[in-house]
């Protein structure tokens, strides 16, 4: 089967289930599955799948299908210009949640200290470290989420200390800033 064959069959099954953006969740399927990045998909439409390819590609489908958000059979969520690490650990960084590091680089441009409370994937310890410079920590219930913060922040090389903690226990409220947090919708 060709990578243009596996596109469009994966975009017709998930068409059909009405899964949004259908043939970009395809796409970055089929790319994953590969270990390519989606250019490289338009590029070479002929290419055959190994089989190997094409087993992955079936299951990622299957799991995407099934209701499993793409960003967790990936791994990988993009936020703010860098790619982040995510399972289901933690939750996926929303676009949404851009507009707090806006709001919050408008106010941490002189704030030396910064918390992140529930940080997640670091995705906002991380990016307010990196745009500022600031001494950045992160707090998490979750040692699982944790984890997955600090390799994010290895990996895209931020100074930030993490620390398992219920809200700012670890930390203290005195010698900070500036205090952020983005916890999910609760109904």
């Not at 064959?5 to 399927?29: F, K, M, S």
């Not at 996926?92 to 994937?121: C, F, K, M, Q, W």
Request: charged content about 20%; some cysteine.
């Amino acid at each position: 089967m060709t990578v243009q064959t596996a596109l469009l069959q994966g975009t017709r099954l998930l068409e059909d289930a009405a899964i949004a953006v259908p043939r970009l969740t395809a796409e970055v399927l089929l790319s994953h599955a590969i270990g390519c990045e989606r250019v490289y998909l338009f590029a070479h439409p002929e290419q055959e799948l190994s089989e190997l390819e094409w087993l992955h590609y079936g299951r990622y489908l299957h799991e995407r299908l099934q209701g499993k958000p793409t960003q967790y059979i990936t791994g990988r969520q993009e936020f703010y210009g860098r790619e982040f690490r995510v399972t289901p650990d933690v939750l996926i960084p929303r676009s949404e949640t851009e507009h707090v590091v806006e709001v919050a680089l408008s106010l941490a441009r002189d704030a030396g200290r910064v918390l992140d409370i529930g940080t997640g994937s670091g995705a906002l310890a991380v990016t307010l470290q990196l745009e500022t410079g600031a001494a950045v920590w992160g707090t998490d219930i979750s040692p699982a989420a944790l984890a997955v913060a600090r390799e994010n922040a290895q990996r895209l090389g931020a100074r930030v200390e993490f620390a398992s903690s219920d809200l700012m226990e670890a930390v203290g409220a005195g010698a900070l800033d500036l205090i952020v947090a983005n916890p999910p919708y609760v109904p």
